[in-house]
Antibody, heavy 121, light 109 residues
Framework: EVQLVQSGAEVKKPGESLVISCLGSGYSFKTNWIGWVRQMPGKGLEWMGIIYPSDTETRYSPSFKGQVTISVDKSLSTAYLQLNSLKASDSAMYFC??????????????WGQGTMVTVSS | EIVMTQSPASLSVSPGERATLSCRASQSVRSNLAWYQQKPGQAPRLLIYGASTRATDVPTRFSGSGSGTEFTLTISSLQSDDFAVYYCQQYIDWPPEFTFGQGTKLEIK
């Protein structure tokens, strides 16, 4: 089955760090872009950044550059989103999504189930 | 940054009727425009890419049109399963940021 499976929900304290994982299966992981999207509670979608696993070319939204790190382990078919120095305002649902080489990088045709992050003291 | 503006913010339509959702870009994105549907508690679903190409398994009642700065998503005959939030997204290569619109909530009238 073609799918992206994300790591589970997290509860963190302010100032802590977090890594969310996104495992791709059923397709060629290396040759499809993987992006990350944030959705704060009750709000819209925010594009965070995208990575091409084959050569690790990475692009960040200016809104998130320096705040997050996107990486990948091709051998594990897994992408990662690292969030540092967490604040309450980082509480959100985070999605990974695939952008096929034929579309992009660009449109996301396959999505993970989302990882809920709660930051609270 | 390219700003994507969707209108209206919410839309009430009766089942069986047509719904027309708009998306405007602050500068040309050519045809690099996608539409997504999101239902509560679910991940978004790709409906349209390249402004007018339906994604796999998307019903033909969904159609996209436009290029440059003005885009439209039309749902020809609304079914109960179509009531959701719809987002547009631009993915032009430069500047390298693929911003979403703020969404249109499609509600049952």
């Amino acid at each position: 089955e073609v799918q992206l499976v994300q790591s589970g929900a997290e509860v963190k304290k302010p100032g802590e760090s977090l890594v969310i994982s996104c495992l791709g299966s059923g397709y060629s992981f290396k040759t499809n872009w993987i992006g990350w999207v944030r959705q704060m509670p009750g709000k819209g979608l925010e594009w965070m950044g995208i990575i091409y696993p084959s050569d690790t070319e990475t692009r960040y939204s200016p809104s998130f550059k320096g705040q997050v790190t996107i990486s990948v382990d091709k051998s594990l078919s897994t992408a990662y989103l690292q969030l540092n120095s967490l604040k309450a305002s980082d509480s959100a649902m985070y999605f990974c999504a695939r952008s096929p080489i034929t579309m992009g990088p660009g449109a996301f045709d396959l999505w993970g189930q989302g990882t809920m992050v709660t930051v609270s003291s | 940054e390219i700003v994507m503006t969707q209108s209206p913010a919410s839309l009430s339509v009766s089942p069986g009727e047509r719904a027309t959702l708009s998306c405007r870009a602050s500068q040309s994105v050519r045809s690099n425009l996608a539409w997504y549907q999101q239902k509560p508690g679910q991940a978004p679903r790709l409906l349209i890419y390249g402004a007018s190409t339906r994604a796999t398994d998307v019903p033909t009642r969904f159609s996209g049109s436009g290029s440059g700065t003005e885009f439209t998503l039309t749902i020809s005959s609304l079914q109960s399963d179509d009531f959701a939030v719809y987002y547009c997204q631009q993915y032009i290569d430069w500047p390298p940021e693929f911003t979403f619109g703020q969404g249109t909530k499609l509600e049952i009238k």
